[in-house]
């Protein structure tokens, strides 16, 4: 049975792998036999991980790239099936935020930074990828990494959880959209996960208050996401796109 979520002779390519989920999702994908191809703008993180990983025995290519660049974009996913011959599923994980912000703070260059990486950059990465499905006749697999703040939020992260429920929009129109393809497309939405970026928040004096909000009443961590990634990546869902996966232990549907 487990073999239906296994991900052996397939090229997985992943964004933002230079640190946090990406970096993690690649052991992960990695360790479910797949082809892994990291991108991000540092490139020595993303070394230092492909060779952490080369030398446990998996297959893996380091790509420099800007999400933001369309040459940048287009260049990863040649390089996947230059080096491979495929490119199976494309993870848009790359994501940013503007800090601790309001909608009456930001200005146009964060609103520019997190919608062109979050939002713009997932949906030109998806139109290449579709294209290159159509070309070789290969079914596809996108996952896009949402998040919980798309349906519930707090103050202060304008404008990235616009930006993430712009990207759940963007998974459905492209599930409906992309089925001609044979490409399907889903999202996974954790909820508050311990990584650098969050750590600012859930260790801070607030963190009492916010974990009493979580009905499993903990934060979630790496590996709660290691099932259900590899569930959207592989044909374990095979008759799923278009579709959520929330994982954030019953934060969304929390007492208000
Ligand atoms: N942490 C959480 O609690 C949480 C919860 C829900 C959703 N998420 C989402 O999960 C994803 C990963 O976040 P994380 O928490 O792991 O944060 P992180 O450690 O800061 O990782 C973000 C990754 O995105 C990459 N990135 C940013 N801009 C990029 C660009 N222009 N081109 C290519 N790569 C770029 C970064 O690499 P470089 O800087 O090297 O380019 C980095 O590898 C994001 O989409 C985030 O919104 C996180």
Redesign the pocket.
């Known amino acids: 049975m487990s073999e239906i979520f296994s991900l052996s002779g397939k090229t997985v390519l992943v964004?933002?792998?230079?640190?946090?989920?990406?970096y993690h999702f690649a052991g992960v994908l990695a360790e479910a036999g797949a082809r892994v191809v990291l991108?991000?703008?540092?490139v020595d993180?993303i070394q230092a991980r492909v060779d952490e990983l080369a030398k446990a025995g998996h297959e893996v290519l380091g790509i420099p790239?800007?999400?933001?660049d369309p040459d940048s974009a287009q260049q990863f996913l040649a390089s996947a099936v230059e080096r491979f011959g495929s490119a199976d599923v494309l993870i848009n994980?790359?994501?940013?935020e503007a800090g601790a912000k309001t909608y009456t703070m930001i200005d146009d260059e964060d609103w520019d930074y997190v919608f062109d990486?979050?939002l713009k950059?997932a949906w030109r990465l998806s139109k290449y990828y579709t294209a290159l499905a159509e070309q070789s006749g290969s079914r596809g697999c996108i996952v896009n990494?949402a998040?919980i703040t798309a349906f519930r939020t707090i103050k202060g992260q304008f404008p990235y959880a616009v930006s993430?429920a712009a990207l759940v929009k963007a998974t459905e129109i492209m599930a409906l959209e992309g089925a001609r393809y044979g490409v399907r497309v889903n999202a996974l939405a954790?909820?508050?996960?311990l990584?650098?970026?969050?750590r600012v928040l859930l260790e801070s004096d607030r963190s009492d208050t916010f974990v009493k909000g979580i009905p499993m009443r903990r934060y979630g961590q790496f590996e709660d996401l290691n099932g259900p990634l590899l569930l959207l990546a592989s044909d374990a869902s095979q008759y799923m796109t278009g579709s959520v996966v929330v994982v954030d232990g019953g934060h969304i549907c929390a007492e208000l």
């Open positions: 964004t933002g792998a230079s640190s946090g989920f990406g991108g991000a703008r540092r993180k790239l800007d999400v933001r994980n790359a994501g940013v990486t979050n950059a990494i998040s993430k954790p909820g508050y996960i990584t650098d970026v969050s």
